[in-house]
């Protein structure tokens, strides 16, 4: 949908919504005003801890070792990276680039790629507004700026799902019978449970970082780096309990 993204109604941003509906109702039904506005608030606050977005990102990291994930009897055969953003071209004929979470996700592939000699396949569709897919600017940015060659593009994903679904069907096609997935730790759980619902053994690639947790005064202080770091852990959590019941429905 353009102009609309549901990311809009994960919280915290859900919660920035509710407080301004609940400030509007405090003019005309002040109590019911004032408990939605300050429900709302303390959501923000505790989503902009520091503690709380650190843990929230470590319970998400851990779900990867709770999803199911297919066995194959041999080694994989390729690197799988998936895409996250871009950045778009402030020149009418300027090409885009990949975001920052983009570019370590093919920094990590790029080592893979050195330690396994595997070929890399880049997995992304096309977003709105960019002039090309993410799996072409991706290979760009692979073969360019680290040198290392891309396999297979496959350009027509929009989500996690549709990333594991069509590199499963071009990895099929080329004879390639499992893979090494390459991911941030906080997304990895969301793609190992679309790889094992399309029936494709993969194994996990994660970024190797995790972020260290400080106890002191500023852990419990608003910050807005922890709002987006909640942003990214509570996104994949809905995203992935969304998955589990469309899976469920559908069964």
């Known amino acids: 949908m353009h102009g609309f993204s549901y990311s809009s109604l994960i ?35 505790l989503a902009s801890m520091p503690i709380v977005s650190i843990l929230l990102m470590r319970a998400v990291d ?6 199911p994930v297919l066995s194959s009897p ?3 055969g390729a690197i799988v990276v998936l895409a996250a953003e871009y950045r778009h071209s402030s020149r009418p004929d300027g090409a885009d680039i990949v975001g920052p979470v983009t570019l ?15 070929p890399v396949l880049v997995s ?13 600017i991706m290979a760009e940015t692979l073969e360019t700026d680290f040198r290392v060659p891309v396999k297979w593009r496959e350009n027509r994903s929009r989500t996690t799902y549709e990333d594991a679904l ?31 619902a399309v029936g494709y053994p993969v194994v996990a690639a994660p970024l190797p970082y995790r972020q260290p947790l400080h106890l002191a005064l500023a852990s419990f202080l ?3 780096p922890a709002l987006q770091g909640s942003n ?15 899976s469920h429905a559908n069964r």
């Open 11 to 45: 919280p915290p941003n859900l919660f920035i919504l509710l407080a301004m509906i609940g400030l509007l109702l405090a003019w005309r039904w002040r109590r019911t005003g004032l408990v939605l506005g300050t429900t709302a608030m303390a959501g923000i606050y």
């Open 62 to 67: 851990s779900l990867a070792g709770t999803v």
């Open 74 to 76: 041999v080694p994989a």
């Open 104 to 118: 370590d996700r093919l920094a990590e592939a790029a080592r893979e790629q050195r330690r396994t000699g595997l």
């Open 124 to 136: 992304g569709g096309w977003l709105d507004y960019a002039h090309d897919s993410l799996a072409d």
């Open 166 to 196: 069509y590199s499963a069907e071009i990895l099929r096609r080329a004879g390639v019978p499992s893979a090494l997935v390459v991911t941030d730790p906080w997304h990895m759980a969301r793609a190992l449970w679309s790889f094992y």
């Open 222 to 224: 608003p910050q807005v």
């Open 232 to 246: 990214i852990a509570l996104h994949e959590l809905i995203g992935l309990a969304w998955y589990e019941l469309r």
